[in-house]
């Protein structure tokens, strides 16, 4: 009977995580060229892939090498490279798709904010403030290709969320959904589109809500989801059963939040309830990336990732009471606060 190798030692395993940056960094590389979509028919070698993409053959063989020996693409022989499952996702056309967040997360950006991670250690405060005298969003709107990079991003990092909590929580119930911040409406749209009884309404920015009528008519929902322009640090609208808030709460402070759920508590219904669709960090020495997105948060944000514990003491602190965390199928959680 075949023994399971040796773990590897302490210093190879710490040489591997120190290395972290430079997958990352290879990934990213690799979304931006599209590399995936080239593979998509079948292997190729990298001598036609950089032809392709306009790259010298040999060093992007060298990149697409290291790759594969992390699972991200596979080397097949005479040095022809294919598409494992890790990659399929790197593809722009596969509905899961994580290509534009791969890119934005390790582009020179990201990586430069990262270097200066011993300002955000020692003041507690985010980087960009600090670098650029403006917040992270405001830097974003005078930035129109880096902030066109950034929504293209998160709306690749929503696809997979979006399917998972439409899947594992039961919706059931509720009669009017608030969407609050909700981009160009795929949360809502989905949900609507799973529960043919239900109203929606669509509440962000108005420059962000312009793009939710395609995305809405795709699904079949437009007739029954009212998109509504505004701030939610003014006020949010009134009369859903319940108000989801996806990718919101990680970005803000405590006292930020509180302003937040505490407009929704105020113009909510009778016995209604709060469902904050955020990942959470697992207590102690449990594994999680999680605790490196709190990173980011730090980095860019007055926001972080919070506990279990944390968001129970946030949501009773804004009027409601933890009902419980539903998990799903991704990185992904429900915390269900219910009004006092």
Same mark, same amino acid.
């Given at each position: /009977? !075949? %023994? =399971?190798?040796? $773990?590897? $030692? $302490?210093? !190879? %395993? +710490?040489?591997? /995580?120190?290395? *972290?940056? #430079?997958? =990352?960094?290879? &990934?990213?590389? #690799?979304? %931006?060229?599209?590399? !995936?979509?080239? +593979?998509?028919?079948? $292997? %190729? =070698? !990298?001598?036609? +892939? #950089?032809?392709? &993409? *306009? #790259?010298?053959?040999?060093?992007?063989?060298?990149?697409?090498?290291?790759?594969? *020996?992390? *699972? &991200?693409?596979a080397e097949e022989a005479d040095e022809r490279f294919s598409l494992t499952p890790l990659s399929e996702l790197l593809r722009s056309d596969v509905p899961e798709s994580l290509r534009a967040f791969a890119a934005l997360m390790a582009d020179e950006m990201n990586f430069e904010t990262w270097a200066q991670l011993p300002y955000s250690i020692q003041n507690g405060k985010p980087v960009i403030p600090h670098k650029f005298g403006m917040s992270w969003f405001a830097w974003l709107e005078q930035h129109p290709v880096e902030g066109k990079a950034f929504h293209d991003a998160m709306t690749s990092l929503s696809a997979g969320a979006v399917a998972a909590v439409a899947s594992a929580y039961d919706f059931s119930g509720i009669n009017k959904l608030v969407d609050v911040g909700g981009g160009h409406g795929l949360l809502l749209a989905s949900v609507l589109s799973k529960y043919p009884n239900m109203k929606g309404m669509l509440y962000d920015a108005p420059a962000v809500t312009r793009g939710a009528k395609d995305v809405l008519l795709a699904h079949g929902v437009a007739e029954r989801c009212e998109v509504v322009g505004g701030d939610f640090f003014q006020s949010v609208p009134e009369g859903g059963d319940a108000y989801i808030l996806k990718h919101i709460i990680h970005d803000w402070s405590d006292e930020e939040c509180l302003t937040i759920l505490g407009h929704c508590h105020a113009r909510m219904m009778p016995g209604g309830k709060v469902l904050i669709i955020e990942m959470v960090i697992p207590e102690r020495n449990v594994p999680a990336v999680s605790k490196f997105l709190d990173l980011e948060m730090l980095l860019f944000l007055t926001g972080r990732e919070r506990t279990a514990a944390e968001y129970r003491d946030l949501l009773n602190n804004a009027g409601f009471e933890l009902a419980g965390i539903v998990s799903t199928p991704s990185p992904y959680s429900v915390i269900e606060g219910v009004r006092k």
């Open positions: /009977m !075949a %023994q =399971s190798p040796a $773990p590897a $030692p $302490p210093s !190879a %395993q +710490l040489m591997e /995580m120190i290395f *972290g940056f #430079a997958l =990352s960094r290879s &990934i990213a590389v #690799a979304a %931006q060229f599209g590399v !995936a979509d080239l +593979l998509k028919d079948g $292997p %190729q =070698s !990298a001598n036609d +892939l #950089a032809r392709s &993409i *306009g #790259a010298h053959p040999r060093s992007l063989y060298r990149m697409l090498r290291a790759l594969a *020996g992390a *699972g &991200i693409f």
